[in-house]
């Protein structure tokens, strides 16, 4: 019997079984991967930016739990000589009618505590000599970093402290009984007092699984990306942003230069029909009629048929996707880019159609269920672990946490 058993070994799942073993140092964790590695699926394909929390509602969870996650992700790589660097970045109007939502974000900025800074175009090449543009924001929080590395360190710190870690652990079936709940899986079954469910792509599933009212379903969303050849890596020193368009839940084609030192260029954004397909040609009968059957995801794309034709076209055509960088760089040629890894974003949609925006966590009786937790949840990290912890009762082993 474990007190606490948590679903996912990505970054979220992996932090708050290291903020449990430190809350509660006599607790007996388990945490349940079904792939064969930490950080497979979101984390491990995502772009590596410590996010500074500039695009968030003031006051929502992301804005907060990013603008500490920035300072406290460099403080967590610092102590654990993880790779990582606050690089700073810009994001940049290119034409007249960005401006006013330039100024927006900027003024976004400064009410969530950001070190933000307008510029002109001539201070922009200052720190970007090849972007055009009309004018920029410098936000110097902005950085990245190697996440896989910091779930294998998250994954090591929790296993120092006592946790069971399990990879090549599919859930099959959740059931509950007098004492907690019971996890049948491909390896074994396991009997936990308190359930926290971090399975980003599958999130909802599991919560079902355990009887809990979702009020939103995941949609995944996959994200294509290109790269720089070595020989124009020169081009982009740090991270380049265009103004996002404020009605469409994504922020653009962008240029991120990693920390390997690559240079990505994108993502764009294109319904994904399998919850775990990176590849254009990847689909799952369930996946796609599951969100082909839902109701909210003919709604959503009702209301953003244009930019979603959009990033379907840039998907297939190659010259779109490339006209879209020209516009923060205008000598990026086709010639310059190659095809890189995709993500999938595990977005949460409700039946009306509207994106959850912010992170959702959901209590039920004895589970919490994160079922909404995509970028900048990296970023966040530590403060969701955190976050989760503080919502759930201290275990039957101890009366006084540390």
Not at 31 to 42: R, Y
Not at 94 to 113: I, M
Not at 339 to 354: E, S, Y
Request: hydrophobic residues 40%; proline residues 6%; glycine residues 8%.
């Amino acid at each position: 019997m474990y007190d606490y058993a948590i679903v996912g070994g990505g970054i979220v799942g992996l932090s708050t079984a290291m903020a449990l073993g430190q809350r509660y140092p006599q607790a007996k964790i388990l945490l349940l991967e079904k792939e064969a590695e930490w950080a497979h699926h979101q984390t491990g394909n995502n772009s590596g930016v410590i996010h500074s929390g500039i695009y968030y509602k003031p006051g929502s969870f992301k804005a907060k739990f990013c603008r500490d996650g920035s300072r406290s992700m460099v403080q967590f790589c610092q102590a654990h000589g993880l790779p990582h660097e606050v690089c700073g970045k810009v994001i940049v109007a290119t034409e007249p009618a960005e401006l006013p939502l330039l100024e927006n974000l900027y003024q976004r900025g400064l009410q969530n505590g950001l070190p933000v800074r307008k510029i002109t175009a001539e201070e922009v090449k200052d720190y970007e000599p090849h972007v055009a543009c009309l004018a920029g924001i410098h936000v110097a929080s902005t950085g990245i970093a190697d996440y896989k590395a910091v779930c294998r360190k998250y994954a090591e710190l929790a296993q120092q402290q006592g946790a069971d870690l399990r990879c090549n652990t599919h859930v099959d079936r959740i059931t509950s009984n007098p004492f907690g709940i019971v996890l049948e899986t491909s390896a074994d079954t396991f009997e936990a007092r308190f359930l926290i469910n971090c399975a980003g792509l599958q999130s909802d599933r599991i919560a079902q699984q355990t009887g809990a009212t979702v009020p939103a379903k995941i949609v995944p969303f996959r994200g294509e990306y290109y790269e720089l050849v070595p020989e124009k890596r020169h081009l982009v020193k740090g991270l380049i942003y265009p103004v996002p368009n404020p009605s469409f839940p994504f922020l653009g084609v962008h240029f991120t230069r990693m920390i390997d030192g690559t240079v990505h260029a994108g993502p764009n954004a294109v319904l994904s029909l399998k919850r775990e397909g990176y590849h254009k040609t990847d689909f799952d009968w369930r996946d796609a009629w599951d969100t082909l059957t839902y109701g909210g995801f003919w709604k959503l794309a009702a209301k953003h048929a244009d930019q979603g034709a959009q990033e379907v076209l840039r998907s297939l055509f190659k010259s779109l996707f490339v006209s879209s960088l020209q516009r923060l760089i205008p000598e990026v040629q086709s010639a310059d880019l190659i095809p890189t890894h995709a993500g999938v974003r595990a977005q949460a949609l409700q039946p009306d159609g509207k994106l959850v925006e912010d992170f959702l966590l959901i209590p039920d009786g004895a589970a919490l269920h994160v079922c909404n937790a995509p970028s900048p949840a990296a970023t966040s990290s530590l403060e969701i672990g955190q976050a989760i912890v503080a919502q759930i009762s201290a275990p039957a082993c101890t009366q006084i946490p540390r």
